[in-house]
């Protein structure tokens, strides 16, 4: 393909960081220039599986980009997600590892250059264009299902606990569905490609202050890192902006065509643009969702197997997509919910099936349940004893204190009864020890010199 580098310039900066709470970086990023390809990845699994997966994602990425087209975007995504099942399959440490990924390559469309912006996963694609930032990706989250079934608000999405819960992932399945939209570029706009850790900690006016007032992509990359990093650092953080610094004049002829068709808003500003569409009907592999030709952005959703979706054109897109993500969610609370259950049911059985003696106030005591409880599963009191603090034999004390833990009732009884014994038997000893030897004992404190020790040997 010739013309690409001499019609869209492009420069780039990218930035990492661990974050101030995780041990280890699972996020990584892919920035391959000479091929006009970038992407941020930010993997999950134990065993630095989160590490692997992302970073076998990035490079299979780079390494699979081989034709610069949407199917030829949408193909290195899907050879990414092969590599890194392959990679799980052959490790059982490894197993069901997966990573997020968006990506922005250069492509030919309908004879035209675009950008071709894919994503699975919660991790973003913002555009800064004209002092507004959008959001050009949509996340596969579960919040993000909830809000766009209306049952949360994104301001409640923003902080929901569950917020962090990725419904399409690269790995863990041999297939994926992968989602692309395609921009124009135009002199000017600003790409951000970033994980989840940066839009969790800072808000988007914020994302938005950097890019209008830094305009070194790498400052700016580096500049949100650190933000998000000093807002909280809860998350591994990863940025990389990518600037349209050249368009070969696509900017000045947009702006032309809409002055000439009087496309002006009050307020002066060029209206969104329309997207190039994506063919896929030319594409025999794939099938597209109808766009709507007020899109600005327009997701391009490739659906191998969903073909019965897409035949019943009598249904409006919107209404069909809906429907199967309503579907999904209903499915998947409910396996949430039963996980969630039995983690509940298991921690109230730990908290409760045993017994401890412990002190209750003065006196020795029988509880159920583990010393210091189990998260909200707090012990309770069995039975006190009449056995008072200050008779537990001294090398008791600690052990008691701390709780001592016993597998039944009759043993903890058991327990209580052994101790009551041992201080009965002390306090016989030392009353005999009293009676029967009173010079052995220490003299008084008040006369030490007039008192002569006549039973007792010599010093020295
Ligand atoms: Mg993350």
Redesign the pocket.
Known sequence: MTGLSDRTALRWGGATDVGRVRTSN??NYLARQDKGIWAVA?G?GGHNGGEIASQIACQMLGEAFAEPTVEGLVDAIEAANAAVHRAGADDPQLTGMGT?VVALAVVEHEGDEVLAIANVG??RCYRYAAGELDQVTTDHSLVADLVREGSLSPEEAAVHPQR?IVTRVLGPQDEVRVDVFAVDPHDGDRFVLC???LF?EVPEPAIAAVLATTEDPEEAAHELVRLAVDGGGR???TVVVVDVVGDGGRAAEASAALARDGGLTAEGRPEPRPSPAYAPEADPRRRARRRTDTAELEPVVTDDGDDDLDDDEDRPPRHRKRRRVTWRVVLFTVLLLVVVGGAVATIHWYGTSAYYVGFDGDRVAIFKGRPGGVLWVDPELVERSDLERDRVPRSRVADIEAGIEQSSLSDARRYVANVTEQADELEQRRAATTTTAPPTTAPPATAPTTAPPPTTAPPG
Request: aromatic share 0%; glycine share 6%.
């Open positions: 699972q996020d930010d999950m997020t919660d991790s962090n994980s989840d850790g969790s998350d591994n953080v």
